[in-house]
Structure formats: C-alpha cells, structure tokens
C-alpha cells in the first residue's frame, strides 16, 4: 500500500461504482478509506470532510466503519441521492458525510486508525496469497480471480468437491472481527449498546429511500 498523500485537501469524495461482493472490493474499500484520513488536512481548529460510498448500514462492518466516522468526526450524517435509486445491482448504497475529521470524541486516534487499516490492507492480500496457494494444489484447471474461485475444488474439511463453481473463499475478503479495533461485535449487538439507536436514525434515511425503489419499480410494471 502507498504511503500517505503528500497533498492535504478539505474535501475528499471516496465513490464507487462497483456492486459487486468480492475481495477486490473488500481491498479497494480500505485503500479508500485509508486515501481519505491520508489525504484530509488536520490541524488544531479542525480536519476536513470525508464523503464515502458504503453499502447496507445493517450490515455489521457497515456498521462498525459508521462507528468509527462517528466517533472520529464531530458530525456525520448518511444520505441517499433520488438518483441513487437506478442502482438497482445493489439498492443498499449510501453515502456517509463526515465532516470534521479528527475533531470527535476519538479524533485523536486517526493515525491510530489508519495503522490498522494499513495492517487491514496487508491482511486481505495474504489471505489470497494462501488461497491461491492452497486451491492450486488441488488442480490446474481452478482458476482463482479476486478473490472467487471457479472449477472443480475440494471444500476444505468435507471431503466434496463442488464442480465449476465460482464462489467467493471464506478465507478471502473481510470479516466481522477484521474490525474489532474499532468495536467489538457483541459491543455492537449488545442489548446495553448505546450504537444502535444512533445506526437506526443514520439508516432510517437509506432504508426509506429503498422503499421508493420497490415502489417505483412496482408502479412501473402496472
């Protein structure tokens, strides 16, 4: 991963038109994340304003990453553009807006963030590194790319093998727990967390807008 952006900006946009789930999403997702806290300009009196495109606020690293913009900003908010609603290979996206990086309650663990997240990056790499590695042992004819595996592979553990199928590796791409520097998951889900009163009301917006989606979508095939 390159090392951090010489030039400071008061706005960075992080967009992104890819829908698909894969590693190389996962990959460019943190390399995103991490250009933004790189290339903000911090200073005493306050940081910039990171925009993000992220997918499903339900989601729990959706989740965790709207934690850490919250704790790390003095305000974020997440919106849903009307012309997001033609998105219709993944209705789940949204963008977040926070302004201020740096000036919340954790602002001062932005360099803190952004080493993990650069650990993060290296962490991803190697798990296909090890898959590649593991899945062509098995045969010539699997091919793996970004982090989806096709042909004839055996499921580690079972003892079948599945044919020509293209799935994405349990051992690629994020988890959950890849993300507990920031919160812990049972934190998250706990009936004492204080977060998911905060997620629902930044989510409420992206979740009404998907409802005008399927409305419209019905609508149309009157």
């Known amino acids: 991963m390159a090392g951090a952006s010489s030039r400071k900006f008061n706005l960075v946009i992080l967009d992104d038109y890819t829908s698909s789930f894969s590693l190389s999403s996962d990959l460019r997702l943190i390399a995103r994340l991490l250009l933004g806290f790189q290339s903000l300009t911090q200073s005493q009196s306050g940081g910039g304003t990171l925009v993000v495109r992220l997918r499903h606020p339900e989601s729990v690293i959706t989740a965790k990453i709207l934690y850490m913009l919250d704790t790390l900003s003095s ?12 998105d219709a290979e993944d209705p789940g996206c949204f963008y977040v807006i926070a302004q201020n990086v740096g000036g919340g309650p954790h602002g001062h663990k932005v360099g ?3 080493e ?6 290296w962490k991803l790499v190697m ?3 090890r898959w590649k590695s593991l899945v062509g042992s098995v045969g010539s004819d699997v091919k793996v790319e970004g ?10 553990g079972t003892g079948e093998i599945g044919c020509n199928q293209r799935v994405l590796s349990p051992e690629c791409g994020l988890k959950e727990e890849d993300f ?18 905060r997620l629902v ?3 409420e917006i992206i979740w009404t807008r998907q409802l005008e989606m ?4 019905r609508n149309n095939r009157k």
């Open 75 to 86: 305000t974020v908010a997440a919106v849903k553009p009307r012309g997001m609603l033609g």
């Open 214 to 217: 399927i409305l419209m979508a």
């Open 147 to 156: 982090g989806w595996v096709e042909g004839e592979i055996e499921m580690k």
């Open 116 to 121: 993990e997240l650069r650990k993060l990056w």
């Open 112 to 114: 803190e963030v952004v």
């Open 201 to 203: 009301a930044l989510g």
């Open 180 to 197: 507990d520097f920031i919160l812990y998951t049972d934190e998250l889900k706990g009936s004492k967390s204080d977060y998911l009163v």
């Open 127 to 129: 798990r296909v590194v």
